[in-house]
């Protein structure tokens, strides 16, 4: 089956860090980019990061530059956030999509992973 | 990287259209030719409808279509369907590896 897998949320306190995890299956997964996208409760959608299929290429929003990390591990077919000095902001349902024809289009999401934080 | 600008809400009755617009700047919509669309039903993970401004990947019905001019980009879904409500996402690439959504519209079909 066709799917990604998302992992890894719970509750953290401001300032501490959490590390973020996607399985691949059923499809090639070092032939496309990957990207995460949040979602805060109740919100709008925020692209975080995308990384290219060799992760030569990488981009990540002003809002978590410096703080956040994407990975990917081709041979394990995952994907991963390293999320660092968390703020209340980064409160979301943190999604993992797959890119599609360009590295941005995203055509197979995940259920997404819910990060609170919080004190 | 300031969110794409999106009506909060637009409505139409069944079998009508109705289009979604989607304003930027020559730094994303105006600048690449790389708008997208996704359609959010509640509690469920986005859905692509549109890529490339204009192009419907396989299995998205004709009913839906895109289009720009200057920095602003548009949906239109015609012949709407109960199904059709949903929270629409546009979404354009914005240089350097990143990209910026809307803020999102809710589509109700009355």
């Known amino acids: 089956e066709v799917q990604l897998v998302e992992s890894g949320g719970g509750l953290v306190q401001p300032g501490r860090s959490l590390r973020l995890s996607c399985a691949a299956s059923g499809f090639t997964f070092d032939d496309y980019a990957m990207s995460w996208v949040r979602q805060p409760p109740g919100k709008g959608l925020e692209w975080v990061s995308s990384i290219s299929w060799s992760s030569g290429t990488i981009g990540y929003a002003d809002s978590v530059k410096g703080r956040f990390t994407i990975s990917r591990d081709n041979a394990m077919k995952s994907l991963f956030l390293q999320m660092n000095s968390l703020r209340a902001e980064d409160t979301a349902l943190y999604y993992c999509g797959k890119g599609y024809i360009d590295d941005w289009y995203l055509d197979l999401w995940g259920r997404g992973t819910l990060v609170t934080v919080s004190s | 990287q300031s969110a794409l600008t999106q009506p909060r809400s637009v409505s139409g009755s069944p079998g009508q259209s109705v289009t979604i617009s989607c304003t930027g700047t020559s730094s994303d919509v105006g600048g690449y030719n790389y708008v997208s669309w996704y359609q959010q039903h509640p509690g469920k993970a986005p859905k692509l409808m549109i890529y490339?401004?204009?192009k419907r990947p396989s299995g998205v019905p004709d009913r839906f279509s895109g289009s720009k001019s200057g920095n602003t980009a548009s949906l239109t879904i015609s012949g709407l369907q109960a199904e059709d409500e949903a929270d629409y996402y546009c979404?354009?690439?914005?240089?350097?590896?990143?990209?910026?959504f809307g803020g999102g519209t809710k589509l109700t079909v009355l």
């Open positions: 979404c354009s690439y914005a240089g350097y590896y990143t990209q910026v």
């Open positions: 490339d401004v204009t």
